[in-house]
């Protein structure tokens, strides 16, 4: 033991007999104690950090909240404890001080995700602010299955389903209706489908966790084969001279040609509107609508009673679960076809904002101007704007800020902090832009910077839109949940003191704005 080298404390390294061992040689005592200490401090730094955040439980921890002053962020230690000072509202961008304009305040909430993705289709449910993801993809596979984010006990879990599944797929979009989730294209994998992107929307029932598959095409050719009497594939073959047959025309106009890179928005509480998109057909520019009162029992009931009492029922082909093309009326503009654009309803207006053609080209209209589409008259135009307005580019997402007549655009372009945040206003007399200021609440090692490929909804009850997945510019996939408090640019009211939950100080949640809010009303 006597001439064993050791390191212990502030003890010099050398020997425990004889004279301290330099091995950098005279003169060099200063540096190597600096190199030494400087070491020691970060490693120790690091582990103090991991063992905080595990020995929590891998939770948050409490601090100045986002939303409150009793949110629970991310890092880690005894929430009882923890300075407010390690939490503060970060200005990455240097923007204005003097800024006068709307503010989104960003955080993340960094626990307990499913794994990193990019284009994964979401959807909030407005009666309790539960956030639905589907799919996706990661460097190596497509996903399947549906998780659900529940904002009130701050909780990611799978849905168990008792039926099949739409299998794997990315770039799908989907919406919620009433206790519904609707779940339309997307890229597939060919071996369970049969092609790359799928025509199909399944609807799945949140009670009984039961997915419904609805192909309309499908089901008119299965009825065309099975009153042909002549084979089992004579509603699919053509006819004399080349012409397909009368089945599979009128199969093809149930519903739209399979797509993914589409938008899809819900328009008057039960009719879904889906614009654009792409296949290995090319690009689409069409748009179509599916009113899910189709499938309901009430509107079933109602056409057996007209049948049965004799009444006109309309055509044919009208008593058919279809979807309807969206065509464009006379003297409309018609909007170039386009993929990864942003889309939103406001009223029964249909925004499109963004987006990029077959040849990559995202200057689809002339500078400032955004495309409207009058759903009820089907009537298109192309409307200008006013204002300093985004960078117009594929991967664009639009929100509805509840009843104001705004819509929040998150844009391709770096904020710092996050993506860039613009607000588009409707109201008379002309849309106008405005830039929104993004500030971070919370760690700084934790801000985000600039996401591409993620997908985001909006929690109008809430005051929140939540971001989920996406790649960041080194390419590195995230499986951190975003919540950008945008509240106040709904003109929610403030939530008075005593309306705020109790958080016990053992306990490690977060209280994001739904949680509140859904338990307020």
């Known amino acids: 033991m006597a001439e064993e080298d050791f390191w212990e404390g502030d003890a010099e390294y050398g020997t425990m007999e004889g004279a301290v061992w330099n091995p950098l040689g005279p003169g060099y005592e200063s540096l190597f104690s600096v190199l030494r200490y400087a070491t020691m401090a970060v490693l120790g730094f690091v582990a103090y950090s991991i063992y905080g955040y595990y020995n929590n439980g891998g939770k948050a921890r409490k601090g100045m909240g986002m939303f409150g002053d009793e949110s629970y962020l991310e890092g880690g230690g005894d929430s009882a404890i923890q300075s407010d000072a390690d939490f503060q509202t970060y200005d990455v961008d240097n923007q204005d001080p003097n800024f006068t304009g709307p503010t989104a305040t960003l955080s993340c909430i960094p626990f307990d995700c499913p794994c990193g993705r990019i284009s994964a289709a979401t959807a909030i449910d407005p009666s309790n602010g539960f956030l639905y993801v589907y799919g996706g993809e990661t460097e190596t596979d497509l996903l399947r299955g549906l998780s659900v984010y529940d904002s009130q006990n701050v909780r990611w879990s799978d849905v168990e389903v008792v039926s099949a599944n739409p299998g794997q797929r990315s770039q799908a979009q989907m919406v919620v209706v009433e206790d519904l989730l609707v779940l339309y294209g997307g890229i597939c994998n060919p071996q369970e489908r049969g092609d790359c992107v799928d025509p199909a929307m399944y609807i799945f029932h949140i009670e009984s966790k039961q997915w419904l598959q609805v192909d309309c095409a499908s089901a008119a050719l299965e009825a065309a084969n099975a009153t042909s009497g002549d084979g089992e594939n004579k509603g699919e073959v053509e006819g004399e001279g080349g012409e397909q047959s009368s089945a599979l025309t ?13 938008s899809m928005s819900l328009w008057r509480n039960h009719t879904v509107v889906v614009f654009g998109g792409y296949s290995e057909d090319g690009y689409y520019g069409d748009t179509w609508s599916f009113d899910l009162m189709q499938l309901s029992d009430e509107q079933k009931e109602e056409k057996e009673r007209k049948k049965a009492a004799g009444e006109d029922t309309g055509a044919k082909e009208d008593e058919r679960v279809q979807w309807k093309q969206i065509h464009n009326a006379a003297q409309s503009h018609t909007p170039p076809p386009r993929g990864h654009h942003g889309a939103v309803v406001m009223g029964d207006e249909l925004i499109v904002i963004g987006g990029e053609d077959e040849t990559g080209a995202s200057a689809l209209v002339a500078p400032g101007e955004i495309e409207i589409l009058d759903i009820p008259s089907q009537m298109w135009r192309v409307t200008a704007t006013t204002g300093e307005g985004p960078e117009i580019c594929p991967g664009m997402h639009c929100h509805q800020m509840a009843d104001t007549g705004k819509a929040m655009v998150i844009s391709g372009e770096n904020a710092g902090v996050f993506n860039k945040l613009y607000m588009l206003d409707l109201t008379p007399p002309s849309p106008t832009w405005s830039n929104v200021r993004v500030d971070w609440r919370g760690d700084w090692t934790m801000i985000p910077g600039i996401r591409t490929h993620h997908n985001s909804a909006v929690d109008c009850i809430g005051g929140s839109i939540l971001i989920f997945g996406g790649e960041s510019s080194t390419g590195m996939m995230h499986d951190m949940l975003l ?37 307020a009303h």
């Open 250 to 262: 009128v199969a093809r106009k149930l519903q739209p040609p399979a797509r993914c890179g589409h």
């Open 483 to 519: 919540a950008l408090d945008v509240a106040k640019i709904m003109e929610l009211p403030e939530l008075a003191p005593e309306e705020e939950p109790v958080i016990e100080e053992t306990k490690n949640e977060f209280s994001g704005p739904s949680a509140l809010r859904k338990k």
